[in-house]
């Protein structure tokens, strides 16, 4: 089992900047990608960005250049660093891990602003 902790959420003004982090316990060697996905009410969830073992990142494209993932692995911690808020950016944003099973994080309440 892993168990995964996400904090850093809240309520900012458009234009502002937010970081994530999610930290994992628990089997983490069990782990090959942790991502960070979000979702909007009324929507599918999507993927925000996703992070390899070996360091390699994806974003959606939508995203790219205001979006930062990073992982510290020292701590067991992936972090989502976001520049220029928009308010279209509200949602729920879940921190996932995978390799042989997948798990979620209970989401953190992200509300921006105009």
């Known amino acids: 089992q892993v168990q995964l902790v996400e904090s850093g959420g809240g309520l900012v003004q458009a234009g502002g900047s937010l970081r994530l982090s999610c930290a994992a316990s628990?089997?983490?060697?069990?782990?090959?990608?942790m991502a960070w996905y979000r979702q909007a009410p009324g929507k599918q969830r999507e993927l925000v960005a996703g992070?390899?073992?070996?360091?390699?990142?994806s974003y959606a494209d939508s995203l790219k250049g205001r979006f930062t993932i990073s992982r510290d692995n020292a701590k067991n911690t992936v972090y989502l660093q976001m520049h220029s808020l928009k308010p279209e950016d509200t949602a729920v944003y879940y921190c996932?891990?995978?390799?042989?099973?997948?798990?979620w994080g209970q989401g953190t309440q992200v509300t921006v602003s105009s």
């Open positions: 996932n891990a995978a390799g042989r099973y997948t798990y």
């Open positions: 628990g089997s983490i060697f069990s782990i090959n990608r």
């Open positions: 992070i390899t073992n070996g360091g390699s990142t």
